[in-house]
C-alpha cells in the first residue's frame, strides 16, 4: 500500500462514526486530565484499556488510548500558566514565561498560543510519523547508552544558560536534582542509597511532589505575601483572550522550530518531551533578540517548548510502531493494547495491519483538530480562572495539589514530601536559586546515570571512545563549540566593558 | 460574588462532563449490573478490585497480568483495576502488598522473584507470608544476539565469548533474567560483563537490537516483536521445553548444558485473607486462566501457559525455592 | 552597621553552606555503597560525583556571594509570617487526617479554613466553596478515576453507633 493509498484507507477508517466518537473520547478525557494536577496519561490509559480491548474494530481502542495520550500533552501547559504549578515534567519550562505572562493579563494569550503551538506541533509530528517511520526507527535503535549520555550533557550545559541567575546556581540545583533521583532503591544493583532506613524512600522521590512543593506551595505562599494580587485584576476583554499581531509573529518561527526539534527528541528512549522542551527553551533564548525578556514573560518561552512537548510525544510514536518500542510509560500501555489484541507492532505492523497504522495516523490529524477546536473556547474558560480573586482560587488549588499528589501513588508520603519541598522552595525562591533546574535533573536523573553507568561498561571504562560513535562525537561537538561560544561572547563583553570604563 | 458564582459554576460544568464520560465509558458496570444476580454465602466484590502489577507498564508481567485480567473480568461483578506499581523487580509490589489490608481487593501477580528476593535478602518474604489464588503463566530465560552477529547457534556464541569478552545486556540485579544470566555465565564457562539495565527486561533488548551489547537474556515474551522483525535472533531457550512461538529454538539441556531458569507468575492475596473471599477470587481466576481465549493470547505472544490452584503453588515454589537456592549458590550470587 | 552586615551575609551563606555540607555528606555516604570497577560501576559511583560537584559547587557559590553584592529579597511583616505559618499548619491537617476523618470531612475542612485564612469575608461564601471543591473531588477522583481514597475510621465508628 502506498502512502497516498494507505492515507486515505486511514481517513476511511477514522472517519466511521464510532471511530470519530472514540477519538472525540480520546482528546476530552485527554484535554481534562491534562490539566487536573496529577492525574496523567498513564494512569487513565491503563484505567480505559481494558474498555478498549471490547470494541468490534481493534482500532477504534487505539484511537481513543492514541487520543488521551495527545490529549494529555494539550492540557498540560493550561496549571502551568494559570496558576504556575505544571502538572507534569514536560510543562516546566511553560511555567517560567507562561505564568509570568498571565500576570501581566496576558493568560489567554499564553493559552492560546500553548493550544495554536500543540497544534502546530501535533501536525507536524503526524506528517514526520507518516511519511519517515521506518528510516527513522531504525535511526532510534542506534541510539545507545554513550549517545544518551552525550545528549544529557549537552543538554545539562544548555541548562546552565537557561535560567536569569547565575549558571553557578543553576548548575548547583541540578546537582541536588540528580541527587534526589539517586535516593531509593538503586535500579541496576537493588542497593538501597540514601533511603535512612525508611520504606517508603525506598520508591525513590517522584517528581511530582517536588514540582508541586516547589511550584505550587511557593506559588501559594507567594500569593499571601504578595497583598497586591488579592486585589482584583482587570477585567479580561475578549480581545485580550487571543494573542495579537506581534505575539503571533514573534511565537510563528518558535512553534515550527519546536515542532522539528520536538519530533527528533521524540524518536530517541528516555523522557523525550521533558527533553526537548528545555532544548527548545534554551535553543528560543538564544536565537532571540530580546534575551531579557526571557523569564519574564517572552512568548517564544511558552510557544517553543510546548510546541516540542507535543511532537515528541508523536515523534515516540515511530519506535513505537514501527519498532515494537516504547520508550515512554503511555507508549507501553498503548503496546500492550495493541499486543493484547494480537496486533504486533513493529515492521510487519505496515505489511500485516496497514489499517491500524493508517487509522491511527488519519483519526491524529482529525484528533488534533478537535483538540484545537475545543481547547480555543477553553482558553476564555481558563482565562477567567486566572482573574478569579486569590481568596476563592488558592484554596481550590491547594486541595488540587494535596490530591492530585497523593493521586499518583496513593501515598502520603508523597504529601509530606510536596510540603517540605515546598518550604525549602519558599527559601530557595527568595535566595534566587531557580528551581527549574533541580526539576528538570530529578526526572532526567535516573535515565542519565543508568546511561553513564551502562556506556562505562560498554567502552570497557574509556569514554575518549565517544568520540569514535559518530552520533555521540557530533553531540559532543556540539557541547564543545557551545561552551566556547558561551565563554568566548562573556570575555568579549567583559573586554569591551573594560575598555569602556578604560575610556 | 459575580466571580465566585462563576467558579461554581465551572466546577460543576467540569464535574458534569467527568459524569458523562463515566457513563459513555464504563461499559463494563453496566454489563456487570445486568449479570445474574447469584445467591452467595459472601458479598464479594462490593467495590472495584485492585490489580497491582509490580513492574512497569507493557513489560511481560504487565501484558501476561492484563490478559489475565481481561478474561477474570466476566467472571466479577465488579471492575479489576489493574495498578503498576513498579521497582527494584517486583520487591516494591510484595513489601506494599504485605502491608496491604487483607479483604481481598487487593491483589498482586509477581514471579519467580517471590522466592529469589527473600534468598538474595532484598526483603523478608516469599510465598508463605501471602495468600496465593492461583498460578497462572510461566515462561522459560532464553538469549538473542543482535541479527547481524555471526553465531548461528548458542554453541557458536559459547565459543567466541570463551575466548573473547563479551557484553550481555539483562535486566537489573535481584531481577529472574539478572539471575539467569549470571548463571549462564558461570555454566557456560565464559568471559563477560554484564550490562543492566532497571525495569524489565525491555530496555535491555532495546539495547541489543540495536546492537550497542553482543547479546540479551530476558524470556522470548519481551523480545517477541524483534525477534519477528529480525532486529535479533534467538539462540536458545532455557526452559524444560521449547516455546511454541519459537519451536524451531533448541533449549539449553538440548545443547548440552544443565541449567533451567524460568519465570513463573503467581497471583497473591495478603496474609489472612478471608478463606470465602479466596474461594470466590479462585473460581474467577482459575477460570479465566482455562479461558481458550487467554491461552491462545499468551501463547501467540511467546509465553507458555500453566495452572496450579493455591495448594499447588505453595508445593511448586518450595520446589522451586530450592531449585533457586542452588542456582544462586553454585554461580556465587549468595 | 557590621553586625548587621554581618547577620545580613550569614544569612545569605546559609544555603550554599548547606549544599556544601550534604555535598560532603553524600560522599562519606556514597563512598558506603559499592563503587565498582571503572567497567563494572556500581551503585556508589554516580552519588559520588555528585557530592563533589556539589563541594565544587558550593564553593563556586559561596564565593560569588561573599565577592559580589547581592539584592536582597523583601521583608516580610509578622502578620504575613503568621499566616504563611497558619496556611502551613492547615495543609498538613490534610495528610495527618486523612485516614481519621476520612477524604470527604477533611477536604470541607481544609479548603473552609484556606479560605478564611485567603480573607475570604462572611461564613457562606467560604462554606459554598468548600462544598463545591469537596463535590468536584468526589466526583472526579473518586467516582472517576476510582482514586483509593480512604472513607475515614469516622465513618466506621457512625456505621457502630447506628449498628450497622
Known amino acids: 500500500m502506498n502512502g497516498l493509498e494507505g492515507i486515505l484507507n486511514g481517513f476511511s477508517q477514522a472517519l466511521t462514526l464510532v471511530n470519530l466518537i472514540a477519538c472525540f473520547v480520546g482528546v476530552l478525557l485527554g484535554t481534562i486530565i491534562g490539566v487536573l494536577p496529577g492525574l496523567g496519561p498513564t494512569a487513565t490509559m491503563s484505567l480505559l484499556l481494558p474498555i478498549t480491548l471490547n470494541f468490534n474494530e481493534p482500532v477504534t481502542g487505539l484511537i481513543m488510548l492514541a487520543g488521551i495520550w495527545y490529549g494529555a500533552q494539550y492540557g498540560g501547559s493550561t496549571t502551568s500558566i494559570l496558576v504556575n504549578i505544571p502538572g507534569e515534567a514536560a510543562s516546566v519550562m511553560t511555567c517560567i514565561d507562561g505564568n509570568q505572562m498571565a500576570k501581566k493579563g496576558r493568560a489567554g494569550a499564553a493559552l492560546s498560543i500553548a493550544a495554536l503551538a500543540s497544534f502546530i506541533a501535533g501536525t507536524v509530528g503526524i506528517i514526520g510519523l507518516q511519511f519517515f517511520a521506518p528510516p527513522l526507527a531504525k535511526a532510534a535503535l542506534s541510539f545507545g547508552p554513550p549517545e544518551y549520555l552525550c545528549l544529557m550533557i549537552l543538554a545539562f550545559t544548555l541548562l546552565t544558560n537557561l535560567t536569569g541567575s547565575s549558571p553557578t546556581k543553576g548548575l548547583l540545583m541540578a546537582f541536588v536534582g540528580f541527587f534526589l533521583g539517586t535516593i531509593g532503591t538503586d535500579s541496576q544493583t537493588g542497593m538501597n542509597r540514601f533511603t535512612l532506613g525508611s520504606a517508603d524512600l525506598m520508591g525513590g522521590i517522584d517528581f511530582l511532589p517536588i514540582a508541586m512543593g516547589l511550584f505550587g506551595i511557593a506559588e501559594i505562599i507567594s500569593v499571601l505575601i504578595d497583598k497586591e494580587s488579592n486585589q482584583q485584576l482587570e477585567k479580561v476583554r475578549f480581545k485580550d483572550l487571543f494573542p495579537n499581531k506581534e505575539e503571533l509573529k514573534r511565537s510563528s518561527k518558535p512553534m515550527f522550530r519546536g515542532s522539528i526539534l520536538g519530533f527528533f527528541i521524540g524518536l530517541i528512549p528516555g523522557p523525550g518531551p521533558t527533553i526537548s522542551t528545555f532544548i527548545s527553551y534554551s535553543l528560543e533564548k538564544r536565537l532571540s533578540k530580546i534575551k531579557d525578556q526571557f523569564g519574564k514573560g517572552a512568548v517564544e518561552g511558552v510557544a517553543g517548548p510546548e510546541a516540542a512537548n507535543n511532537s515528541a510525544v508523536t515523534g515516540s510514536l515511530v519506535p513505537l510502531l514501527a519498532l515494537g518500542i516504547p520508550f515512554a510509560p503511555p507508549a507501553a500501555l498503548l503496546l500492550a493494547g495493541m499486543r493484547m489484541q494480537n496486533i504486533e507492532a513493529g515492521p510487519m505492523l505496515f505489511q500485516q495491519f496497514p489499517n491500524v497504522f493508517w487509522g491511527i495516523v488519519a483519526s491524529m490529524y482529525l484528533g488534533n483538530i478537535m483538540l484545537l477546536i475545543l481547547n480555543l473556547p477553553l482558553v476564555g474558560f481558563f482565562a477567567k480562572i486566572a482573574s478569579i480573586k486569590p481568596m476563592f482560587l488558592m484554596p481550590v488549588v491547594s486541595i488540587l495539589c494535596l490530591i492530585g499528589v497523593y493521586s499518583v501513588r496513593n501515598n502520603i508520603f508523597d504529601i509530606w514530601i510536596m510540603l517540605l519541598a515546598g518550604i525549602i522552595g519558599f527559601f530557595l525562591r527568595r535566595k534566587n536559586y531557580p528551581v527549574a533546574p533541580l526539576i528538570l535533573a530529578l526526572v532526567l536523573g535516573p535515565t542519565t546515570e543508568s546511561a553513564f553507568r551502562n556506556s562505562l561498561t560498554i567502552l570497557n571504562g574509556n569514554l575518549s571512545s565517544l568520540f569514535e560513535r559518530p552520533i555521540a562525537a557530533v553531540l559532543l561537538a556540539v557541547t564543545i563549540i557551545y561552551l566556547i561560544a558561551t565563554v568566548g561572547r562573556k570575555y568579549i563583553k567583559l573586554k569591551k566593558l573594560n575598555t569602556a570604563v578604560s575610556k | ?334 | 552597621m557590621d553586625t548587621i552586615n554581618i547577620r545580613v551575609r550569614f544569612k545569605e551563606i546559609i544555603f550554599p553552606a548547606l549544599f556544601l555540607i550534604s555535598g560532603i555528606l553524600i560522599v562519606i555516604t556514597a563512598k558506603k555503597y559499592e563503587i565498582g570497577s571503572i567497567t563494572n560501576p556500581s551503585a556508589g559511583l554516580f552519588p559520588l560525583i555528585i557530592g563533589f560537584c556539589l563541594i565544587i559547587l558550593g564553593l563556586m557559590d559561596l564565593r560569588n556571594i561573599i565577592y559580589m553584592s547581592t539584592s536582597e529579597a523583601e521583608v516580610l511583616d509578622k502578620d504575613t509570617v503568621i499566616k504563611i505559618i497558619a496556611v502551613f499548619l492547615i495543609l498538613i491537617v490534610w495528610p495527618a487526617f486523612l485516614g481519621l476523618l476520612g477524604y470527604v470531612l477533611v477536604t470541607f475542612i481544609v479548603t473552609l479554613i484556606l479560605a478564611k485564612l485567603f480573607s475570604l469575608g462572611g461564613w457562606i461564601k467560604p462554606v459554598i466553596l468548600a462544598f463545591g471543591t469537596t463535590v468536584f473531588i468526589h466526583l472526579s477522583f473518586k467516582e472517576w478515576f476510582y482514586l483509593d481514597l480512604p472513607d475515614g475510621q469516622v465513618i466506621d465508628w457512625f456505621k457502630f453507633l447506628i449498628g450497622g
Open chain 2, 1 to 334: 460574588m459575580r466571580k465566585y458564582s462563576h467558579l461554581i459554576t465551572y466546577l460543576l460544568v467540569i464535574a458534569l462532563i467527568g459524569l458523562l464520560v463515566t457513563g459513555c465509558g464504563s461499559k463494563e458496570n453496566v454489563a456487570s449490573a445486568n449479570a445474574p444476580d447469584k445467591k452467595k454465602a459472601v458479598a464479594f466484590p462490593e467495590k472495584p478490585i485492585n490489580f497491582w502489577i509490580p513492574y512497569d507498564a507493557g513489560g511481560g508481567s504487565d501484558i501476561i497480568g492484563r490478559a489475565l485480567v481481561e478474561a477474570a473480568q466476566k467472571n466479577l461483578d465488579k471492575p479489576i483495576v489493574i495498578v503498576n506499581k513498579p521497582g527494584t523487580s517486583g520487591a516494591v509490589g510484595l513489601k506494599e502488598l504485605y502491608n496491604a489490608k487483607n479483604d481481598g481487593y487487593t491483589l498482586l501477580t509477581n514471579t519467580t522473584t517471590i522466592v529469589t528476593h527473600k534468598l538474595l535478602g532484598t526483603i523478608p518474604y516469599n510465598h508463605h507470608d501471602y495468600e496465593p489464588i492461583i498460578t497462572f503463566n510461566y515462561e522459560p530465560g532464553s538469549i538473542a544476539v543482535p541479527a547481524n552477529s555471526p553465531y548461528k547457534d548458542i554453541k557458536e556464541f559459547i565459543d567466541y565469548a570463551k575466548k573473547n569478552k563479551v557484553k550481555i545486556a539483562t535486566s537489573a540485579k535481584g531481577g529472574i533474567w539478572n539471575i539467569a544470566t549470571q548463571a549462564f555465565i558461570k555454566q557456560a564457562g565464559i568471559n563477560a560483563d554484564v550490562v543492566v539495565e532497571g525495569g524489565g527486561g525491555a530496555k535491555a533488548v532495546v539495547m541489543a537490537a540495536g546492537g550497542h551489547v553482543d547479546a540479551v537474556v530476558a524470556s522470548p515474551l519481551e523480545m517477541f516483536t524483534q525477534l519477528k522483525s529480525g532486529n535479533l535472533r534467538l539462540l536458545s531457550v532455557f526452559g524444560p521445553e521449547r516455546v511454541d512461538a519459537f519451536s524451531n529454538v533448541p533449549t539449553f539441556k538440548e545443547a548440552g548444558y544443565d541449567l533451567s531458569i524460568t519465570t513463573t507468575r503467581p497471583l497473591l492475596a495478603p496474609k489472612g485473607t478471608p478463606k470465602e473471599v479466596l474461594d470466590v477470587l479462585y473460581k474467577a481466576f482459575k477460570t479465566a486462566a482455562e479461558d481458550p481465549k487467554y491461552i491462545k493470547t499468551i501463547k501467540d505472544m511467546g509465553a507458555m501457559p500453566l495452572l496450579l490452584g493455591p495448594e499447588e503453588t505453595i508445593k511448586f515454589f518450595d520446589k522451586e525455592e530450592k531449585v533457586m537456592e542452588k542456582i544462586l549458590k553454585e554461580s556465587g550470587q549468595i
